[in-house]
Structures are given as structure tokens and as C-alpha cells.
């Protein structure tokens, strides 16, 4: 059994930045992967971005290339997202997420086993 657990969430101004944290504890050793996904209040929850841990590769939502970043420390036990040049429409509960098997994609939140329980990230105009 694996437990992950969201912090860093909260309100910012648009144009500024906030670091979103993710840690597991667990069954760990299993991971494949971590992502991060957001839902905004009347809409389906979306992929953000993923890192793989065997690849050491990262993925990001088109909306968000450049201007968010994965990364992991150096334990693997704990995710960071980065998100710089917030705006409104990044308003959402950010949700942290891992699984423990391959998928040849990283985009598809049924393919993660494990979530947090979410973070609010609210970015005012």
C-alpha cells in the first residue's frame, strides 16, 4: 500500500508561482512513475505532467510546457511540481499520483494506482 500526500497548495496572483509537493510513503520501491493531474470545479481531471523513474524522462499537458516543472529528490520518495507564470485558468485541486506497473503513455489517470488527496491551487486575476 502506497500513501501520498499533497502540500504547497493556496492563492497567488496571476503571474506568480507556487510549489506544489507530493510525498509517498509505503510500498515505494514499486513506483513507476509519479504524474500530477488537476480537476477545475465542472470539468473531468486532466493530466498535468508525469516523470517516469526508470526512464528518467518527463511529460507535460501542452497547456503547461514551459512554464511548470516535475522533478523528484534524491530518495525518489517525493515530487515536486513547479509552477511558474500562474493564470487563472490554472485554477484547480492539483492531485498527485503514482503507479507501479509500464504503460507505454503517461497521460491516461486511469493507468495510476495510487492519488493523494488534493491540493487547491487558486490563482486570482
Known amino acids: 500500500q502506497v500513501t501520498l500526500v499533497e502540500s504547497g497548495g493556496g492563492l497567488v496572483q496571476a503571474g506568480g508561482s507556487l510549489r506544489l509537493s507530493c510525498a509517498a510513503s509505503?510500498?515505494?520501491?514499486?513506483?513507476?512513475?509519479m504524474g500530477w493531474f488537476r480537476q477545475a470545479p465542472g470539468n473531468e481531471r486532466e493530466f498535468v505532467a508525469a516523470?517516469?523513474?526508470?526512464?528518467?524522462?518527463?511529460y507535460y499537458a501542452d497547456s503547461v510546457k514551459g512554464r511548470f516543472t516535475i522533478t523528484m529528490d534524491n530518495t525518489r520518495d517525493t515530487v515536486y511540481l513547479q509552477m511558474n507564470n500562474l493564470k487563472p485558468e490554472d485554477t484547480a485541486v492539483y492531485y498527485c499520483?503514482?503507479?507501479?506497473?509500464?504503460?507505454?503513455?503517461?497521460?491516461?489517470?486511469?493507468?495510476?494506482?495510487?492519488w493523494g488527496q488534493g491540493a487547491q491551487v487558486t490563482v486570482s486575476s
Open positions: 499520483a503514482m503507479r507501479t506497473y509500464y504503460r507505454p503513455n503517461y497521460h491516461d489517470r486511469g493507468d495510476y494506482n495510487y
Open positions: 516523470a517516469s523513474y526508470t526512464a528518467d524522462s518527463t
Open positions: 509505503g510500498r515505494t520501491f514499486s513506483t513507476y512513475a
